[in-house]
């Protein structure tokens, strides 16, 4: 599986690792996962639709952190990552935690995949 990052990406995941020291080795962890298990899997990830593109985008909920350890089972990360499954490939599109922000950015999404 081959794995790309937007900028984007890049900058969600700088400014987390300011406050959640361990969220690149997380999401180290996640890449193995989504090298095996790249598509939806409910509850836990579901597909985004409704957005007009033919690309397959995957919100991936409760990304489990050693920066959360002992916080509860409804702390973690977001995820949303595009997977092309031609192309043995998945883009990582954005990373937040869930109490800062309640959406993905659509806008990104189009913007990189329309």
Do not use: W
Not at 73 to 100: C, M, P, Q, W
């Amino acid at each position: 599986m081959i794995f790309e990052e937007l900028k984007e990406f890049i900058k969600d995941l700088n400014k987390l690792s300011k406050k959640h020291r361990s969220i690149s080795e997380d999401i180290e962890v996640v890449k193995k996962v989504l090298a095996i298990l790249p598509d939806e899997r409910p509850p836990f990830s579901y597909r985004i639709d409704g957005l007009g593109i033919e690309t397959c985008i995957i919100k991936e909920k409760k990304i489990a952190s050693k920066s959360f350890k002992g916080k509860g089972v409804n702390s973690g990360f977001r995820i949303i990552y595009a997977h092309f499954e031609n192309e043995d490939k998945i883009v990582l599109i954005e990373v937040y935690h869930k109490s800062t922000k309640e959406i993905e950015d659509k806008q990104r999404i189009l913007n990189n995949f329309k």
